[in-house]
């Protein structure tokens, strides 16, 4: 019962911190555009990563934006490898149903891929002013892993923006603007 | 790791029942091909053997006989495609519940060795037999050259979770010395520190030993063993160097034991995967 009482406050709390600061943030700023360059793999057996991209807070709380692996195996057989999204899987993916709606996609091959994230989604709106970092990590069968980090303060400001990061080995170039 | 004389006189003359030691330097395991699982029921498949080098099958195998398998709703299980090979056991889990399950053997009670007139040693129960308490009295001689009895207890687990990790395979049976996750087992991670509760027969067990090592050790010189030992209040903490699968393995022991029993010992090993971030 005192439970339910403090998640409601929390919850009350959440939306009108919420309803504050997204008075404060650009309004022309609806979507976040995140661009992720998957590195050309010189390898005799090539599989496209598993790509997952979510939001953390300072408490680790994670917020999903996107998910790509193989979704569309018999039976679903994709799923077995999600746990090699190591620390997506600690954070998110065991806590959650796969796949997200409208979050996730197949694999993507070599090259720059742009998702654009819904800054009106009602997830995001939730979300609490404060610092965030946007965590993107690739895991590729019979290859490497890799997790970029890119600290944001959320609400986003977009003079801010872009925002630039690499990785070195599983992930290329990250640019992440604001529209 | 290191054991001291009474515990060594019972370890080497194999009187823990459901395992077969034959060197007090054997150490048990049961290892899982993976820890933490995703996907609609996977399967994991267990290595069980008694060797020295970790985790290499070289000695004798582990039973089937005893193991026991908790699903992640208390429920026991019965291993799939068990096979107990020259070296090792070999059995498959199909992980159709989501949640933590507990892999392991435990077993226990009054343990007795002496040295009969002739100066042979003499344990009960005999080796193969069970120990069967309402024989005690006739088997067991009342005062013989060193007679010692005990209420030992031993156990040895492990645990693999598909999806998120539960606690349910964690509560106490408040039997033997039994380990209690503030860190659950299944989330462990390189560089991070875990805490577990120890307790011996329900009781929070002050001064476990433990003695911590990781595989592999055919592949390096020195042991790298971990030692430590719990505090007042029974919890231990360990910060994990490595990533990689660890033996750990715990011994307790104390002298509030009832008669015919002079002192109470419990032994705990399991294994846990650490893993990289």
Same mark, same amino acid.
């Given at each position: 019962?005192?439970?339910?009482?403090?998640?409601?406050?929390?919850?009350?709390?959440?939306?009108?911190?919420?309803?504050?600061? $997204?008075?404060?943030?650009?309004?022309?700023?609806?979507?976040?555009?995140?661009?992720?360059?998957?590195?050309?793999?010189?390898?005799?057996?090539?599989?496209?990563?598993?790509?997952?991209?979510?939001?953390?807070?300072?408490?680790?709380?994670?917020? !999903?934006?996107?998910?790509?692996?193989?979704?569309?195996?018999?039976?679903?057989?994709?799923?077995?490898?999600?746990? @090699?999204?190591?620390?997506?899987?600690?954070?998110?993916?065991?806590?959650?149903? !796969?796949?997200? @709606?409208?979050?996730?996609?197949?694999?993507?091959?070599?090259?720059?891929?742009?998702? $654009?994230?819904?800054?009106?989604?009602?997830?995001?709106?939730?979300?609490?002013?404060?610092?965030?970092?946007?965590?993107?990590?690739?895991?590729?069968?019979?290859? #490497?892993?890799?997790?970029?980090?890119?600290?944001?303060?959320?609400?986003?400001?977009?003079?801010? =923006?872009?925002?630039?990061?690499?990785?070195?080995?599983?992930?290329?170039?990250?640019?992440? !603007?604001?529209? | 790791?290191?054991?001291?004389?009474?515990?060594?006189?019972?370890?080497?003359?194999?009187?823990?029942?459901?395992?077969?030691?034959?060197?007090?330097?054997?150490?048990?395991?049961?290892?899982?091909?993976?820890?933490?699982?995703?996907?609609?029921?996977?399967?994991?498949?267990?290595?069980?053997?008694?060797?020295?080098?970790?985790?290499?099958?070289?000695?004798?195998?582990?039973?089937?006989? #005893?193991?026991?398998? !908790?699903?992640?709703?208390?429920?026991?299980?019965?291993?799939?495609?068990?096979?107990?090979?020259? +070296?090792?056991?070999?059995?498959?889990?199909?992980?159709?519940?989501?949640?933590?399950?507990?892999?392991?053997?435990?077993?226990?009670?009054?343990?007795?060795?002496?040295? @009969?007139?002739?100066?042979?040693?003499?344990?009960?129960?005999?080796?193969?037999?069970?120990?069967?308490?309402?024989?005690?009295?006739?088997?067991?001689?009342?005062?013989?050259?060193?007679?010692?009895?005990?209420?030992?207890?031993?156990?040895?687990?492990?645990?693999?979770?598909?999806?998120?990790?539960?606690?349910?395979?964690?509560?106490?049976? /408040?039997?033997?010395?039994?380990?209690?996750?503030?860190?659950?087992? /299944?989330?462990?991670?390189?560089?991070?520190?875990?805490?577990?509760?120890?307790?011996?027969?329900?009781?929070?067990?002050?001064?476990?030993?433990?003695?911590?090592?990781?595989?592999?050790?055919?592949?390096?010189?020195?042991?790298?063993?971990? @030692?430590?030992?719990?505090?007042?209040?029974? =919890?231990?903490?360990?910060?994990?160097?490595?990533?990689?699968?660890?033996?750990?393995?715990?011994? +307790?022991?104390?002298?509030?034991?009832?008669?015919?029993?002079?002192?109470?010992?419990?032994?705990?090993?399991?294994?846990?995967?650490?893993?990289?971030?």
């Amino acid at each position: 019962m005192n439970r339910n009482i403090l998640f409601s406050i929390a919850l009350l709390l959440t939306l009108a911190l919420s309803t504050v600061f $997204s008075g404060v943030s650009n309004a022309a700023s609806n979507q976040l555009l995140i661009e992720v360059e998957i590195p050309r793999m010189n390898v005799a057996e090539y599989h496209r990563p598993y790509v997952a991209i979510w939001l953390e807070d300072s408490n680790r709380k994670a917020t !999903q934006i996107a998910l790509w692996y193989d979704l569309d195996m018999k039976d679903n057989e994709g799923a077995k490898w999600l746990k @090699d999204i190591r620390q997506w899987w600690r954070r998110i993916g065991r806590k959650a149903e !796969q796949p997200f @709606d409208g979050l996730t996609s197949a694999t993507k091959g070599a090259g720059k891929h742009t998702i $654009s994230v819904d800054l009106n989604a009602k997830e995001l709106k939730a979300l609490a002013a404060g610092d965030y970092q946007l965590r993107i990590e690739a895991s590729r069968e019979v290859g #490497g892993k890799e997790v970029v980090n890119i600290p944001l303060t959320w609400p986003i400001k977009a003079s801010d =923006y872009p925002l630039k990061a690499s990785g070195n080995s599983e992930l290329g170039d990250v640019l992440i !603007q604001v529209n | 790791m290191k054991i001291y004389t009474p515990l060594k006189a019972l370890l080497s003359i194999g009187m823990i029942v459901g395992l077969s030691f034959s060197a007090n330097a054997h150490r048990a395991w049961i290892v899982p091909s993976t820890t933490n699982l995703s996907g609609d029921a996977p399967w994991v498949t267990f290595d069980a053997a008694v060797s020295n080098s970790l985790f290499v099958p070289e000695h004798v195998p582990l039973r089937m006989k #005893g193991l026991m398998v !908790q699903d992640p709703t208390g429920k026991l299980i019965e291993a799939v495609n068990a096979h107990t090979g020259k +070296y090792r056991s070999t059995f498959d889990l199909n992980l159709v519940t989501e949640g933590t399950y507990k892999i392991g053997y435990a077993s226990g009670g009054l343990r007795a060795s002496w040295k @009969d007139k002739e100066g042979k040693r003499k344990r009960w129960p005999a080796r193969g037999k069970e120990a069967n308490a309402a024989d005690f009295a006739t088997e067991v001689p009342k005062s013989a050259d060193s007679l010692k009895v005990s209420d030992s207890y031993r156990r040895l687990e492990t645990f693999v979770t598909s999806g998120e990790p539960t606690d349910k395979v964690f509560e106490p049976t /408040n039997s033997g010395l039994e380990l209690i996750p503030v860190t659950h087992p /299944n989330d462990l991670f390189v560089g991070e520190a875990a805490k577990f509760k120890f307790l011996f027969h329900g009781e929070p067990a002050a001064g476990v030993k433990l003695a911590i090592v990781k595989g592999d050790t055919r592949y390096r010189n020195d042991q790298n063993q971990i @030692d430590v030992v719990t505090d007042a209040k029974g =919890y231990v903490s360990i910060t994990w160097p490595e990533a990689g699968m660890y033996l750990i393995e715990a011994e +307790y022991e104390d002298d509030k034991a009832k008669a015919p029993a002079t002192m109470r010992t419990g032994s705990y090993g399991a294994t846990f995967a650490v893993l990289p971030l």
